[in-house]
C-alpha cells in the first residue's frame, strides 16, 4: 500500500517555494506539419517552461490556463522532453498577490490541473486562450432570441490557416439535442484563408420548441463546428451549451428564459484536506452534486475561477455560477499588477463564456478598494468580451457612488439584519456572503466543526436560518443570498479549521446543511442527478438533551409527527413564532428556539419545546396534504462495536481504470448499527490494489467517523479494509 499526503490536516504554515516538473512525450511522424499545442489549465503560480532544453515562455497566475505552441520545437518518432518550474510564492503583481501569511485562503502550490497536448491540422479553429482576440477565439456562443417556441443561436468561430499556401474551406455548425439527434444545421459556402492568416465566422442556428436551460432541468446540447475541406473534415471541436436567456432588474429581480428565480446558494473553496487543489474532474463533481442536493442553486466561485470540472458539472446539475477573478483584500498601484487584473477578467471571460451556468461574471477584486476609475474600467474590459447586450452582467462590491458593476454586491452597514444596497439605489443586487462576518466573524457562533457537538452544530444552523430568513424581506431587488461558505476550510493567516461550513472539510454534512436541503420543492424538479421531493431531517443526536431542550426538525412538509420509542410526543405544523432583533435572546444568554424567525422561508422549521430526553429512538413523521411522505429518526447509540465503511460517491461512482480521489469514511457504531456521535477511535485504513493513501494511514474519528482519501491512479482493482483497536476489522471490495 502506497501512501503520500503533501499537507498536514492543520496547516501552520503554508508551503512556498520552487517545484520542478519533466514529462517525456513521442509524437509520430505522420503529424509532421500539424500544429502541435501545450494547454495548461492551471499552474501555481509563476511558471517557466522549456521544451528539448530551449526556453519557451513565461506564465504568470496560478488559476487561469495558458497555451504554448510547440509545433516547430518537436522531434518526431523519438523523445521530447518538457520541464517546466514553478514557483507559488506570494507575488505582489501577480493577484490575488497577497502575502499567504496574511490571505483567508491558501495558495496551494505546483502542477494541479490537467496539461494537454493538442494536435491539429494547420487549418483549423482556434483556441479563445491561445488566439487573444477581444470578444473572439475559439468558439462563441451567444443567444439573442429565446423562448420555449423558438430559440436563435449566434455562432462565431474563429479560424486560422498556418499552411504555406491558402486554403478553401466550409464551416459547417450541427446542433445535437441529448438523444444524440441533430435538431439545427448550418453550413457555410466556400470560404478560404491565405497562408498565415485568420478570420472569424458566424452563422445562426433557429431551434424550434428548444429543450431550455434551467436550474430545475438543465437540458444541455452538443455544438459540433467542423471545418470541411472537399467534404471532408479536418477539424471539429464540440462546445457543450444550454440554451437560456437571463434577466435582471430592481423591479423584476432575476429572471431565467422569463420566469422568476431566486437565488438560494453559497461560497466555494475548491481544496481537500492533505492534498489541496490537486482534485480530479470527479472530485469537483462531487463537491458540485452535494451543493445542489443541499437545495442550493448557485455558487459563487471565491475567490478565484475554478476547475473547468467544476463548470462542467454546475451546467450539468443546475447550478447557477457567480464566477471570480483572483483577488482578496489586496491592491497593488503597479501598473504590471492592473495590467494583470485586466488580463485575468479577459481571460476568465475568453474560457467559460460557453458555460450556460454563468449568471455573473465578479471583475472587481474582492473585498478590495482600489480607485473608482480603475473599477469601471474593469467593468468595461469585461464587457468589452462580449458580443451584444443579453445575458452578460458583472458584479462586485459596493463601497462606491459611481456605478460600476450591473449587480452590486449588498452593502454592509453594521446592522446584520438590514442587507440592503442603498449605494446604488437603481439595481438589482446580490448578497454575496452571509452567516458568518455577522455573528463575530473569525469568533463566529456560526464557525462550529463537527467535533463541537450537536449544540454547536445547531446554534450555527439557527444564525444560518435567522440571516436567510431576513434577506427574504429584499426580494426581488435582492436577487438572493449565498452563505460564507459551503465547506470549512483553511486559511493562511489562520491555524486551524475554519468550521464556516454547511459540510465539513471532509464533505461531512451537518445539521445546517438540513436547513438548506428542507426549502427545496416537495415537487420532483426532473433533475435526474439529484435527490428532489419531501424532506425530513432530524437536528439531534439523541444522545443527551441538547441545552434548550428542544428538537428542531428540518422539513418541507406541511405536518410533523414526533414519537419517542414509538408514543406520540406531538403534532405541529411548521414555526410561525415571532421575527426577533439580532442578539435578543443570545446575548441575555436566553433561548434563540422561540420557534420564530422563519415567515420569510418557503418551509419554516419545526421546533418541538420542552421535550425530555428518554433514551431510545426518536422518529419524526412528514406529512402533506394528510397523507405520510418521508420520514426520520435519531436512536440514542450504545457503546462502539463495530465499523461500517462508505464510499462518499455522491452523485459520481468510483470505478476501475478511472483516476480518481474519493473520502472514504470509517463511521463507528453500536452494535445495533447506530453512529456513535462522540466516538474518537483511532483507526487505520489499509488499501489492496495499485492505489493510494492521499491521507494518513491512521487517523482518529471526529464525531464517531473517521475520514481518508483514497486515489484510485486507474486501478483495475481495489479492496479497502479498516482496522481500529477493539473492534472487528471491516473491508469492501470497491471493484
Given amino acids: 500500500m502506497l501512501s503520500a499526503f503533501p499537507e498536514p490536516l492543520i496547516i501552520v504554515?503554508?508551503?512556498?517555494?520552487i517545484a520542478w516538473y519533466k514529462k517525456s512525450f513521442r509524437i509520430k511522424k505522420e503529424d509532421k506539419g500539424k500544429s502541435i499545442s501545450l494547454y495548461f489549465e492551471a499552474a501555481m503560480q509563476v511558471a517557466d517552461v522549456w521544451v528539448n532544453g530551449r526556453y519557451i515562455t513565461r506564465?504568470?497566475?496560478?488559476?487561469?490556463?495558458?497555451?504554448?505552441?510547440?509545433?516547430?520545437?518537436?522531434s518526431y518518432d523519438k523523445e521530447n522532453n518538457i520541464y517546466l518550474r514553478l514557483n507559488n510564492k506570494a507575488n505582489p503583481v501577480v493577484p490575488p498577490g497577497k502575502p499567504v501569511e496574511k490571505l483567508d485562503f491558501i495558495y496551494y502550490s505546483g502542477l494541479y490541473r490537467g496539461v494537454w497536448l493538442d494536435i491539429k491540422d494547420p487549418l483549423h479553429i482556434t483556441d479563445a486562450i491561445a488566439a487573444g482576440k477581444i470578444a473572439g477565439g475559439g468558439v462563441f456562443v451567444t443567444y439573442p432570441e429565446v423562448s420555449k417556441s423558438k430559440a436563435v443561436i449566434d455562432v462565431q468561430t474563429h479560424i486560422v490557416n498556418e499552411h504555406s499556401n491558402k486554403r478553401g474551406f466550409q464551416v459547417e455548425q450541427v446542433l445535437v439535442?441529448?438523444?444524440?439527434?441533430?435538431?439545427?444545421?448550418?453550413?457555410?459556402?466556400?470560404?478560404?484563408l491565405d497562408a498565415g492568416t485568420d478570420a472569424h465566422y458566424r452563422q445562426s442556428l433557429t431551434v424550434v420548441n428548444p429543450a431550455l436551460w434551467h436550474p430545475d432541468h438543465p437540458d444541455l446540447y452538443q455544438l459540433k463546428s467542423i471545418i470541411k475541406v472537399n467534404g471532408q473534415i479536418v477539424d471539429e471541436k464540440i462546445t457543450r451549451i444550454g440554451i437560456r436567456s437571463f434577466e435582471i432588474t430592481r423591479e423584476k429581480g432575476l429572471l431565467i428564459n422569463g420566469e422568476p428565480f431566486r437565488i438560494t446558494g453559497t461560497n466555494r473553496h475548491q481544496n481537500y484536506p492533505y492534498i489541496g487543489n490537486a482534485l480530479t474532474p470527479n472530485a469537483g463533481y462531487r463537491d458540485a452534486w452535494l451543493i445542489k442536493n443541499a437545495g442550493m442553486n448557485c455558487v459563487r466561485t471565491g475567490h478565484y475561477p475554478p476547475d473547468p470540472a467544476f463548470m462542467q458539472?454546475?451546467?450539468e446539475l443546475g447550478i447557477l455560477i457567480v464566477n471570480c477573478i483572483p483577488g482578496w483584500q489586496f491592491f497593488n498601484r503597479a501598473q504590471a499588477f492592473e495590467d494583470h487584473v485586466m488580463d485575468d477578467i479577459r481571460q476568465m471571460i475568453r474560457r467559460d463564456r460557453n458555460h450556460p451556468s454563468v449568471l455573473l461574471w465578479e471583475t472587481s477584486l474582492n473585498e478590495t478598494y482600489p480607485p473608482v476609475e480603475f473599477r469601471c474600467r474593469q467593468a468595461e474590459v469585461a464587457h468589452s468580451e462580449w458580443t451584444g447586450t443579453k445575458n452578460f452582467f458583472t458584479s462586485g462590491d459596493s463601497?462606491?457612488?459611481?456605478?460600476c458593476w450591473d449587480v452590486p454586491y449588498d452593502d454592509w452597514n453594521g446592522d446584520p439584519g438590514a442587507r440592503d444596497n442603498t449605494t446604488y439605489p437603481h439595481n438589482a443586487f446580490l448578497i454575496r456572503e452571509y452567516g458568518d462576518y455577522e455573528f463575530g466573524g473569525g469568533n463566529s457562533t456560526t464557525r462550529q466543526v463537527r467535533g463541537n457537538g450537536q449544540d454547536a452544530l445547531l446554534q450555527q444552523a439557527w444564525n444560518l436560518q435567522w440571516e436567510h430568513n431576513k434577506n427574504q424581506q429584499n426580494y426581488p431587488r435582492a436577487i438572493g443570498d449565498l452563505t460564507w461558505a459551503f465547506y470549512d476550510g483553511l486559511a493562511g493567516c489562520v491555524v486551524g479549521i475554519e468550521g464556516w461550513g454547511v459540510a465539513d472539510i471532509f464533505r461531512i454534512p451537518k445539521f445546517s446543511y438540513s436547513l438548506f436541503q428542507s426549502q427545496r420543492s416537495v415537487s420532483s424538479s426532473g433533475n435526474k442527478n439529484i435527490i428532489t421531493g419531501p424532506a425530513v431531517n432530524i437536528a439531534h443526536y439523541w444522545q443527551q438533551p441538547n441545552k434548550w431542550n428542544n428538537v428542531v426538525i428540518y422539513s418541507n412538509c406541511d405536518e410533523i409527527a414526533l414519537y419517542l420509542n414509538g408514543k406520540l410526543l406531538a403534532r405541529q405544523k411548521p414555526d410561525e413564532g415571532p421575527e426577533t432583533a439580532y442578539g435578543k435572546d443570545l446575548e441575555s444568554g436566553g433561548d434563540p428556539f422561540n420557534g420564530g424567525n422563519a415567515n420569510y422561508l418557503p418551509h419554516p422549521p419545526f421546533t418541538f419545546k420542552n421535550i425530555s430526553f428518554v433514551p431510545g429512538t426518536l422518529k419524526a413523521v412528514g406529512f402533506i396534504n394528510g397523507r405520510e411522505a418521508a420520514s426520520d429518526r435519531a436512536t440514542t447509540a450504545g457503546r462502539a462495536a463495530k465499523m461500517q465503511l462508505v464510499i462518499a460517491e455522491n452523485g459520481r461512482p468510483v470505478q476501475k481504470g478511472v483516476d480518481d480521489n474519493?473520502?472514504?469514511?470509517?463511521?463507528?457504531?453500536?452494535?445495533?448499527?447506530?453512529?456513535v456521535p462522540e466516538a474518537a477511535n483511532t483507526v487505520t485504513l489499509k488499501l489492496q490494489g495499485a492505489a493510494l493513501l492521499e491521507s494518513p494511514a491512521t487517523v482518529n474519528a471526529e464525531a464517531g467517523i473517521a475520514t481518508f482519501i483514497v486515489r484510485t491512479h486507474q486501478a483495475s482493482s481495489l479492496r479497502i479494509t479498516a482496522i481500529a483497536a477493539g473492534l472487528p476489522s471491516i473491508s469492501k471490495v470497491v471493484f
Fill in 313 to 315: 458539472a454546475a451546467d
Fill in 177 to 192: 439535442n441529448k438523444a444524440g439527434k441533430p435538431v439545427a444545421r448550418n453550413i457555410t459556402g466556400n470560404n478560404s
Fill in 399 to 403: 463601497y462606491y457612488k459611481k456605478t
Fill in 13 to 17: 504554515k503554508p508551503r512556498e517555494g
Fill in 59 to 74: 506564465h504568470t497566475g496560478g488559476y487561469l490556463p495558458f497555451v504554448i505552441d510547440i509545433s516547430q520545437l518537436v
Fill in 662 to 675: 474519493v473520502f472514504v469514511y470509517v463511521k463507528i457504531a453500536d452494535a445495533a448499527g447506530n453512529v
